[in-house]
């Protein structure tokens, strides 16, 4: 994998409605680096600044005072072009469904592309990959995409921003108001997304459980600033501190902690079930197994 | 950008403005508007100039915030200013080519936009004074005698009241939409007018459907709750004139008077 | 008397084309029996699509039943003189937190209900006040809706319902849009009102940690309901909630797993210190 630095946020601040009553500042000194092709989850509650932060990644916001890096160049710079930096910087909104507007899937679709002066054939194929890899059936792609269910609806919109090719995907909360079945499938599609194409991710979500098993790296957002920023384990090391903000880390790991505090020798960098099985059967075997070399007098 | 607009948006305070009944304010709104077409020369301009700005001071509401409801109707107080500019005929003062400003016409320009400036302001002293709800209010019972002859007084009453509460939330979603639209490339700012119109298309569906559901499930969430129109429907906050409330009337019938006089009794224009 | 009581209930959608024939029937509930006693607080489970919203619809007399019969309180929703006692007796806090305050302040929003059924002005201050209060959100009282969070708006709509002193309270998905914070403050009211007040609460949501403390839990599925009991019950079938496309909590999986691999771990794990014993116990 390339080792080079696709965004770099260097002392990022954005403040919403300077100067009134309802002034607030939304990002604080936000300094980053994210690498090509990274998987990367951002974590915070409601008002953390993390929907903010994505919005500035492809330009669609500006900082009040700080700079963006793309591959090197500064987006502030009156030369740069935004357009191309959001047709390589890809972003999906919260409930991007809402933002579907054509009589048909495939049209819809093809919006993207066609904004960034492909041809028609070309936009269409472009849209029938897109529509393929989000895994809808063929025989919809001419209906309206307001007959869809609304995991489906949520498919086609994700589609609506891979069809454009991005080699930056952002998410906002990709699953809000989705059943589990629906979110699966749409963490699942964006994990294929980066193993497969090697795109880099970046997956907002205020659930650590959800992104714990898929992202290489978490950033954890407070108050508009980077309070954590590491690989889960490293960050659910501080589940204390998150659960002190309203985040809670998954719940194996205040399980496994909880185990150590009494006294049993478990695996605490766990954090998925699967690792916390295989942790506990471990140390509970190994036990029993001492337990039984251990020779008791007079007992047999 | 879309967050600017004032109108319709409430800004809570502690003030004898924000506590007058609604029906003050809205009758005191129509006066202030009527005083403004009688209005003629500089006197009643400085009376009507003054007015404002004592109940803007007196409302508690900081006065960019009224400032900021301007904004969004620039452009047509620039048209209309323009119009009158050029179109008003009369004595010529430059000429250029075929189109000549006159001294009328510059008189009716600067004049009607400090008009139109001010009704806006008047406006949104009201609106950011008086909750929708009893602004609702205040006109479902200065309207009540309509209904006798089979005007549905209530439910435009409710119909406006709830406009009011969803404008902020449908420009809020306006601008997530667009923002969504330009992140798959939109462009809502370039071209001729013909190319805008076409481009607001994937802005305009989306809220229509939008503002259709958020309808509909607001429709079940009042009939849930009991909803049935006016009949039989009792006030959390019925309207009871109080005294500053006679006050007020005599103070805006006041005002309304030296306007009228200021235009019979002295010449003008000054 | 039961609170709720439904025997056989059926409803279908029916969609039409423009000429008005009919294009697909969809059943949204097959044959569906639910009592519910006063006082209780149960929860009913089930991924989107599976019926759950189209039966709280029903408890509310916003549907009326196709087929079956359904009372609330005693009272047939089916009859429509009884319509606006029914939706008094069962108040309804809805899934999207924008879409059901009307009013633009929140003490105006909570007395929208009283003020429909008639009662005296100053009676609706003091529901007002008591309801606001009851769900932790009287400081907020002279608020605009639109600068609260979703979890305050979700507790400002049950406090609108509270106001008209229901007997019970559905809540249909109200923290499917929440963040985890508010998700925790809307489940913690409900209880709170069912312990206090006695009201009885109908939960509908498809996270299963929410359903932990309730009394009874109900699992529906293509319109029926195919689980049900107490929540540890439930919890010990992780197989089949699977199945049923729900998302077991972590620690129950585990547990779950623990199990089967020959560990002494009881069924129908709920809580995390409930297996943080069950494992201690096993290692000594």
Redesign the interface.
Known sequence: MRESMSIILDKVNHIY?PD??YQIQALRDVSLEILDGQFIGIIG???SGKSTLI?HL?G?MRATSGHIYFHGKDIYDEDFDL?EL??RV????QY?E????ETTIFDDVC??PK??GLSKDEAGLRAFEALRSVGLPEELYYQSP?DL???QKRRVAIA??LA?KPEVLILDEPT????????DEILDLVARMHRERGMTVLLVS??M?DVAKYVQRIIVMNQGQVMLDGTPKQVFAHYKELEAV???A???T??MH??VE?G?SVDTEATT?EE??AS??E??TG?VAARRDIHVPGKD | MLRDITLGQYYPADSIVHKLDPRVKLFGTMIYIVSLFVMRGVVALGVATLFLFCVIRVSKVPFRFMVRGLKAIMVLLLITAVFNLFLTPGEPLVSVWKISVTEEGLTNAVMMAIRLTFLILGTSIMTLTTTPNQLTDGMEKALMPLSKVGVPVHAIAMMMSIALRFIPILIEETDKIMKAQMARGADFESGNLLRRVKNMIPLLVPLFISAFRRADDLAMAMEARCYQGGRGRTKMKPLRYAGRDGAAYLLLLGYLAVVIACRILLPWPQ | MEMIRAEQLVYEYIRRDEEGNVEAISTALDHVDLHVRPGEFIAILGHNGSGKSTLAKHINALLTPGEGSLWVDGKDVSLEENVYDVRQTAGMVFQNPDNQIIASVVEEDVGFGPENIGVPTEEIWQRVEESLRAVGMLKYRHHSPNKLSGGQKQRVAIAGVMAMQPKCIVLDEPTAMLDPNGRRDVIRTAHELNREKGVTIVLITHYMEEVVDADRVFVMDQGKIVMQGTPREIFSQVGKLKEYRLDVPQVTILADMLRQAGLDIPLGVLRREELVDAIMRAAM
Request: charge should be positive; hydrophobic fraction near 45%; glycine fraction near 14%.
């Open positions: 409605s009134t009553a509650h409601t008002g919005q492809n669609l357009r959001r047709n890809g972003l999906v909104f991007p809402h933002q579907l507007f919006f993207g904004n960034q307001f269910s609304g995991g609506g921003v454009m809000a108001g989705l059943d589990p079945a629906g979110r205020h659930s459980e309203g985040l809670a998954p719940q194996v205040y399980l909880e185990l009494r049993l079930v916390a099985r506990l059967m140390a509970l036990l």
